[in-house]
C-alpha cells in the first residue's frame, strides 16, 4: 500500500512499514537522508573533540535507547551547544550532568543556561555503613515468636 500524506511517502506491505520517505524543505528541517548520513560512531566521535565527559553524554543518550537512532537529536543538540557556549563550557555541563545523574539535551542546556558549569561540582556524599546491632531492629526471631501479629 502506498500513501501520500503531504510531505511523506509511507510505503506499508501487509502492515508492516517498508519505506517512510521524507521531503522536507531546509525551513522545515533536514530530509531523512541528511539525518541517514549520522551513525553513532560519528556522534561520538564528534563528542570526543569536545571532550571525555561530552563523549561519555553522547554514548548514553544513544546506548540506553532501544534503537540508537532515537537518540541522534538529543545527541545533536548536546554538539550543538558548543556553538553558542564553546567546547570548555559544554565538557564542564556534561561533567555536571553525569555527576547528578540528569544526562539529557535539557539538563546539560539548563546546566549552560544557569551558569552551573562555572561552578565547582558538588561533593559527592559519603555512605555510612547503617550499624547492624541496633534497638529498634527486630531480625528474623523477632517475627519467629511473635507470630499472631502485634
Known amino acids: 500500500m502506498l500513501s501520500v500524506l503531504s510531505s511523506f511517502v509511507v510505503i506499508n506491505r501487509m502492515g508492516s512499514l517498508l519505506v517512510m520517505a521524507c521531503d522536507c524543505s531546509?525551513?522545515?528541517?533536514?530530509?531523512?537522508?541528511?539525518?541517514?548520513?549520522?551513525?553513532?560512531?560519528?556522534?561520538?566521535?564528534?563528542?570526543?573533540?569536545?571532550?571525555?565527559?561530552?563523549?561519555?553524554?553522547?554514548?548514553?543518550?544513544?546506548?540506553?535507547?532501544?534503537?540508537?537512532?532515537?537518540?541522534?537529536?538529543?545527541?545533536?543538540?548536546?554538539?550543538?551547544?558548543?556553538?553558542?557556549?564553546?567546547?570548555?563550557?559544554?565538557?564542564?555541563?556534561c561533567?555536571?550532568?553525569?555527576?547528578?545523574?540528569?544526562?539529557a539535551y535539557?539538563?546539560?542546556?539548563s546546566i549552560l543556561k544557569t551558569g552551573l558549569d562555572q561552578q565547582p561540582l558538588p561533593e559527592p556524599v559519603p555512605t555510612v555503613p547503617l550499624p547492624i546491632a541496633h534497638d529498634h531492629l527486630r531480625g528474623t526471631t523477632y517475627y519467629q515468636h511473635h507470630e499472631g501479629g502485634v
Open 106 to 109: 535539557k539538563s546539560v542546556q
Open 26 to 93: 531546509p525551513c522545515r528541517g533536514p530530509t531523512l537522508n541528511k539525518i541517514f548520513q549520522w551513525s553513532p560512531s560519528r556522534l561520538i566521535q564528534w563528542a570526543e573533540t569536545i571532550g571525555p565527559a561530552t563523549a561519555a553524554v553522547v554514548n548514553t543518550l544513544l546506548t540506553r535507547r532501544r534503537h540508537p537512532e532515537q537518540g541522534y537529536r538529543s545527541c545533536l543538540g548536546v554538539l550543538r551547544l558548543e556553538r553558542l557556549y564553546g567546547p570548555a563550557r559544554v565538557e564542564a555541563a
Open 95 to 103: 561533567r555536571r550532568a553525569q555527576a547528578i545523574d540528569a544526562i
